[in-house]
């Protein structure tokens, strides 16, 4: 579906990353997983890029987009975006898409890599789907976790869900694990690696090296889902 939007709402969810909100029209269905185009304009010039839909097809009411922003072109328009602006948004695409088809699932990423993750789960969790999902998520240090409150209400309400945060860069307070996902992290967070179907996305650099970790583990390439965000 194509159609011609407003900003309806925008959402500051680490000190560099920004959720858009639109409100969905009637008869616009997608994937968990899948991604849209979005125009915006840049001082009267049409600019289009493409991101994830962040929200779950749950979510009746909107639709959402979750961008990093950086100093680059369309990170900078986005930035100025604000409520009631004009946008054009085109989807769904792609098939990156888990709608708890499979018994167990391994999620790795880091960053702004979490977006169709969380759509994901935010369905799987809605739709109350018995899929066991262990989600290892690598941030710089706290504040940087996008959607870290919704991630442990998230885990509350599905007792098949486990998210394992490690931080590169913590502070003292913090409990839980430190450095990058490596293959002993996976061995220890999910044992059963095995018998799982893996969900990759990301950053091409993170894509690649979680993969690697994933093929050390002998896990085959039919059992990675992977999906590059280009452009960082
Ligand atoms: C399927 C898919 C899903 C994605 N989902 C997400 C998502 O959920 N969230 C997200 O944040 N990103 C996502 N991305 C990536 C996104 O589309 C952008 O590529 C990324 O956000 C970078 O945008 P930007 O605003 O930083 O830079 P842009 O302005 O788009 O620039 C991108 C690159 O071009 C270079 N560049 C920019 N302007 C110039 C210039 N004038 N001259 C030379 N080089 C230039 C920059 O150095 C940069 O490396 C996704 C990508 C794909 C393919």
């Keep these: 579906m194509k159609f011609e939007t407003n900003v309806y709402e925008?959402?500051?969810?680490?000190?560099?990353?920004?959720?858009?909100?639109?409100?969905?029209?009637?008869?616009?269905?997608?994937?968990?997983?899948?991604?849209?185009?979005v125009t915006i304009l840049n001082e009267g010039k049409k600019i289009t890029k493409h991101f994830t839909i962040s929200s779950s097809p749950t979510e009746k009411e909107f639709i959402e987009f979750t961008k990093k922003i950086t100093d680059h072109e369309f990170s900078v328009a986005l930035d100025r975006l604000k409520i009631g602006d004009w946008a054009y948004l085109d989807a769904p695409y792609g098939d990156f898409i888990f709608k708890g088809e499979y018994p167990r699932v391994g999620m790795v990423t880091g960053g702004i890599g979490i977006t169709p993750l969380r759509s994901m789960i935010k369905y799987c969790t809605d739709k109350e789907m018995k899929s066991r999902i262990t989600f290892l998520y690598g941030n710089r240090n706290e504040d940087s976790i996008v959607f870290k409150e919704e991630l442990d209400r998230l885990e509350k309400l599905n007792q098949n869900l486990r998210v394992i945060h490690t931080l590169s860069q913590p502070d003292e307070k913090w409990k839980g694990r430190r450095g990058h996902?490596?293959?002993?992290?996976?061995?220890?967070?999910?044992?059963?690696?095995?018998?799982?179907v893996f969900y990759v996305c990301g950053p091409p650099s993170l894509v690649t090296s979680s993969v690697d970790i994933l093929k050390t583990l002998k896990i085959p390439d039919a059992m990675i889902h992977s999906e590059n965000f280009p452009g960082y």
């Design 10 to 37: 925008i959402i500051k969810r680490t000190p560099d990353v920004k959720s858009f909100r639109f409100r969905r029209p009637k008869g616009f269905d997608y994937g968990p997983g899948q991604f849209l185009f």
């Design 181 to 196: 996902i490596d293959v002993q992290m996976v061995k220890e967070e999910i044992p059963d690696y095995k018998e799982c």
